[in-house]
């Protein structure tokens, strides 16, 4: 009698899942003993002891739970810093922007050497009018007293608009067939990226003042945000190299036998598929970018690290850094995630795409 | 003119001095600009003021220091900071890390959902955050005289954790250490070096056995030997007035910076682990289950030392940037290195001599460490260029 087929059923799966051999059905019970303790205690703390508006906040520290009422109090504060109070609305609208224009890179459509840069400009260009005013009636507003989360989008954007252009550039550059450019690049390109991102923009906070003619000293905002391109531009050069490397050598051969001048291989040749090649890596950089925005707190900026330790620096909230840490460890983690999620889908993508 | 313009040859030299002389002259002016900066304010350049005491505090040290130190042992006093920090939170993230790795490549799901959780967790949220996180829950421990005293011997209070030590010498811990690492070191080279590669399996494991045992007793001897005369062997901490007493207390500060580390490394090693688990074909533990091996003597013999091989060289750019890392030990005032050279920065306004002793510090370091690893790796590789697992 021949065998049929027999489809797996929910019940198979489990079994094979979690109770394939006795050492799984003791790791499957361990485990799950221990994610559930885990997620009695979050929700413990997090929803059921914890106490969730402003007024109640005497109601802190009776439970164990968790105190959400300074949030509720301070989270103007949190995302927006010092920027004036009436004028926040702007800050929220210029933060959106930022979003939407990543999320907008998302789409397959843009990935285009002219619709990318134009979206990101005009992205930019919205965020930093809405944020410094001084056009169209609104309140001029100096980049001192932004802070909070529009703070850290602000570095986040210009790093990635000066810094993709560069690490393009410095990529050709370290490719380049002429051995000094090429090796002086590498060099260059070596020595930043074992240095600590931190050490970079300490460098350029305080001790480019020293070096630098007094015309071309600006703001330390902008320095450090130069700084960090650079650092950004270094990393993501090798990404772009390792990118155009995977290409097979008869990609720009055959370009050159058909007569393209160096631009033209570039441009349409080389680069586009050096970019498909290098894409999950290069949103993994966005990714880590974003997080280390988070350092600028440490040369002194009032980004929303700075203002989570402000949001519990008075007496009167002084006990509740864990609430506002989860906070913005929260505000962290949805847009890391939503991004590192994509790169992931992408990566799957193209290994299906490339199969 | 417009002949020597067309020929490739002239083009390209006249492009690379161009370049190379740009870069040349920008540092020139950077110079020369710092020149007249720094005589505008009065300031020697050079180093001479490493000479000078600091008058400054550090709240930890490895080595002797006091306020009328010279700076030099100031900055050593930081760079032995780092590498203690960075020396064991690197291996405490590699522990958790392959763990977490392996968790979520066992087959097993409820494994594979506590791994997936820990990783998403800490890899999405920024190392800072982490450390301030840790640190106020650090800080945040009751007062000594509240704190639980586990086992009459670990005290977790908001001043730090006290704990149980040795009344030995440092310099002889330091000594004994680096034996135990010279027998790991050569136990390593002895299994994959190609000199012992026709030496019998039973004559290397006695030889492996014999440089372990060896190391050991050599350790135990020369902390023996640097005990401090008239103490008992180990030193209990104890509850005197306020706070605690003697034993050996890690600062909430060092202790942050080690457990922020740990886990933000191990979050990212895990992935690295992951993946290099799967990267090995299917077809290799099919292998070993035909040939009757066990699920472990699959793992042990086959997966693992496979998946070693491919994730070396990312776990190498791992651990540099990890090392790098450890810089934000600043934001909760822990002396590194670059807290040490920033505070001498203020202090002294020797900026630029600084700047180049931590750059070149940083570089010094990370290069000899991806030295090293390259070396381990260039030994495991498969030689020849062919694609294989």
Redesign the interface.
Known sequence: MAKTYHRPTLLDH?RT??F??R??TA??VL??A??LWILWSLLNWAVLDAVFSAADKELCGHDAGACWSVIDARWRLILFGLYPFEEQWRSAIACAAIVLVTALSCVPWFWNARRLPVLWLTGFAVFYVLMAGGYFGLKEIPPQSWGGLSLTIFVFAAVAIIGMPLSIVFAL?RRSE????AR?MGLVID?IR??????IM??FA??LP????GWLIGDKLYRVIVGYALFFACYQAEIIRGGIQALPAGQEEAAKALGMSYWHRISYIVLPQAFRNALPPTINQF?ITF??T??V??IGFFDV?ASG?AAFGTAEWSFA??EV?SF??LI??VF??AL?RYGAYLERRLAVASR | MTALLRSKSVR?AG??AG??GG?FIMIV???L??QT??EAQGLTSGFGFLERATGWEINFSLIDYSTSSPYWRAILVGVLNSMFVGAIGLTVATVLGVTAGV?RT??????E??GT?FV??F????????L??WY??LI?LPKPKQAPFVWDSIALTGRGIFVPGLNVSGGSVFLAFLFLLAAFGLSLWLGAARRFSRMGKARKKTLRRSLWLGAIILGILSMWLGRLPDTPLVNMPYLKGLNYREGIRISPELLACIIAISIYGAAYIAEIIRAGFNAIPGGQSEAGHALGLT?WQIFSRIRLPLAIRVVLPTMINQY?WLF??T??G??IGFADF?MVV?TS?NQSGQ??EL?GI??GG??LI??TM?WVLNRVNDAIKLKGTQLRI
């Open positions: 489990v899942r979690y394939a051999t050492l799984d790791m499957s485990f799950g221990i994610t550059l002429l051995p000094w450019i002086t020595t074992s240095l600590p991102l931190l050490s300490f460098t305080i001790v020293f070096v630098l003619p990714v997080k280390e988070s350092l707190v440490i690290m330790n850094h864990i840490y913005v460890a962290f983690f890391v995630f590192s | 390209d492009l690379q370049f190379t870069l002016v950077f110079v600009t710092a900066n720094l968790m066992s087959g097993n799901g409820m494994a959902l506590l959780a998403e967790i890899r999405n949220v920024p190392l800072l955050l982490q301030f996180f106020a829950l945040g699920r540099v790098k890392a810089t934000i600043i934001a670059f920033s920065i900026t630029l700047i931590l750059m940083y570089l990370n290069y991806a």
